[in-house]
């Protein structure tokens, strides 16, 4: 079992940058982050594969997203530059036990709480 905690999520005003950290408790495979804003589906943003040497990513983020990680910390980061709001979202930390990443929620086995990310126009 491993547990997932999201931190860096805040306030910001458009055109603002963010860290988002992910602290695993154990070691992890793939790593992503997925995001819900309020009355949407939960959605694929980033993931990383276990070497951090691949990532993934759909069109609609485009290149403002980053995702890192730091296996010797058991740490993902999400680096989010020139945020909008349309960003505003709660965003969650993902780990699955693939070994290729996939952009559906229910191939991740473990999640975290999510963190709130607000962006002001």
């Known amino acids: 079992q491993v547990q997932l905690v999201e931190s860096g999520g805040g306030l910001v005003q458009a055109g603002g940058s963010l860290r988002l950290s992910c602290a695993a408790s154990g070691r992890t495979a793939i790593m992503g982050w997925f995001r819900q804003a309020p009355g949407k589906e939960r959605t694929f943003v980033r993931a990383?594969?276990?070497?951090?040497?691949?990532?993934y990513s759909t069109n609609f983020i485009d290149g403002r997203f980053t995702i890192s990680r730091d296996n010797a910390k058991n740490m993902a980061y999400l680096q989010m530059n020139s945020l909008k709001p349309e960003d505003t979202a709660v965003y969650y930390c993902?780990?699955?036990?693939?070994?290729?990443?996939?952009?559906?929620?229910?191939?991740?086995?473990?999640w975290g709480q999510g963190t709130q990310v607000t962006v002001s126009s």
């Open positions: 993902a780990a699955s036990s693939r070994a290729v990443a996939t952009t559906n929620a229910g191939d991740y086995n473990y």
């Open positions: 990383i594969n276990p070497s951090g040497g691949r990532t």
